[in-house]
């Protein structure tokens, strides 16, 4: 391991959740102005909504293409290029004058924060180890929560006292934050450790994972229940405000509560693992998704506080299987750690845009078209697993 030589374990630790952060601040933070946005620029439901979903796919290809650039060139330099992209891209966004340069602006958000992401994730790899690591991704994962939990009832507040630009240009801000963190940050992939082949052929390193069928099955059965969450994420505002009529700061309240939910889950996971084991976890967190997803589709949506009662055990139980699929999934992995981290962030955010999309699609009832997606995700994996466990793979 790479001794930091300005940052200390604890400053790394709160500088590797704080990138972490990028994902559900770059969401969660326009949320309550989705509204607003697709007032301003005279947009529909639809176009709004690909400013989420055009994030979200280019988000997962990003991850796949820096993962092995950063094999090979490092993690401090991809960094701090990514960030300096994220910055200017957050401007683009804030200074829009049609919903088609914000959703411009999205994408190339989405590809510096992607690579932010995978620097991050391979950062813990190569800083932490054993135990150790396994508490470092709990800790970063129950900190990560406070993102979605503050970053909607920001949101609200910043749409009291000025327009959705607002959201953006803080972004910015945390933006250029980051930018000055990565010059203190010291590489962590020594030249003799990285890939040395071209840039291309370094991307052919993702189908020696795609190989790997315990890797894979197993990176599949932990990334299926980020489907619903980011179909619940999509469908949100739309729920809460529209058929519900809260005012966007009740909304956001009512989303905070919810994210601030996810941090019980890592220390639940700490709890638990040990006593339980993998396997056992696993079984906890498949139940009580599955309650929550009947809970949804039967009494969701009678009334707002029954919606939110419902999905706050998914909310938890979605936030265990982060940290214990990647405690699992790293200790999978010997080589190519940057590569790795990017498949892993790859097949989480594309199940998750295939969950966004699922929750939009034209549902004669959102709220119980978000229970169907819940319980068929948890049948997905539950097919997985059982396919694995047969054939003696876990």
């Given amino acids: 391991m790479i001794r930091q030589q300005y940052l200390g374990q604890k400053a790394l630790v709160c500088f590797i959740t704080f990138m972490n952060m990028f994902i559900p601040l770059s969401i969660d933070l326009y949320l309550p102005a989705m509204p607003e946005m697709g007032a301003y620029f005279g947009a529909g439901s639809v176009l709004v909504g690909m400013t989420l979903t055009a994030f979200f796919l280019v988000f997962a290809v990003s991850?796949?293409?820096?993962?092995?650039?950063?094999?090979?060139?490092g993690r401090r330099r991809v960094l701090i290029a990514s960030s300096l992209l994220y910055v200017a891209a957050s401007l683009v966004c804030g200074l829009s004058s049609s919903i088609y340069m914000l959703i411009a602006g999205r994408i190339l958000q989405a590809a510096g924060a992607g690579a932010i992401i995978t620097v991050a994730t391979a950062l813990i790899k190569e800083c932490f180890a054993g135990s150790l690591m396994a508490k470092i991704l709990a800790v970063t994962q129950a900190l990560g929560v406070i993102a979605p939990m503050a970053a909607p009832l920001i949101g609200g507040f910043l749409l009291t006292v000025t327009s959705w630009r607002g959201a953006f240009f803080l972004l910015t801000v945390l933006g250029v934050l980051n930018v000055i963190l990565a010059f203190f940050l010291t590489e962590t992939l020594t030249p003799e450790n990285r890939y040395r082949g071209s840039v291309l052929r370094s991307l052919t390193l993702l189908g020696g994972f795609l190989r790997l069928r315990r890797f894979m099955g197993l990176l599949i059965v932990f990334s299926l229940l980020s489907a619903p969450y980011m179909a619940y994420l999509a469908v949100s505002s739309f729920v809460?405000?529209?058929?519900?009529?809260?005012?966007?700061?009740?909304?956001s309240y009512y989303f905070a509560i919810n994210s601030g939910a996810a941090v019980l889950g890592p220390f639940l996971y700490l709890r638990l693992r040990h006593r339980l084991g993998n396997r056992g976890m696993l079984k906890f967190i498949f139940g009580g998704a599955l309650l929550s997803a009947f809970a949804v589709f039967f009494l969701g949506d009678r009334a707002a506080i029954l919606m939110l009662l419902s999905f706050l055990p998914f909310t938890i139980v979605e936030s265990m299987v982060r940290p214990l699929g990647m405690d699992v999934l790293l200790r999978e992995v010997k080589d190519n750690v940057g590569t790795a981290s990017s498949m892993i962030n790859f097949v989480q955010t594309l199940l998750g845009s295939i969950g966004m999309a699922a929750g939009t699609l034209p549902w004669s009832d959102f709220v119980q078209g978000l229970g169907i997606i819940m319980a068929a995700a948890l049948g997905c994996a539950a097919i997985i697993w059982g396919l694995m466990s047969r054939q003696k793979l876990v």
């Fill in 63 to 73: 991850i796949v293409i820096f993962g092995p650039i950063s094999d090979k060139y």
């Fill in 240 to 251: 809460y405000i529209d058929f519900f009529r809260l005012t966007p700061q009740e909304y």
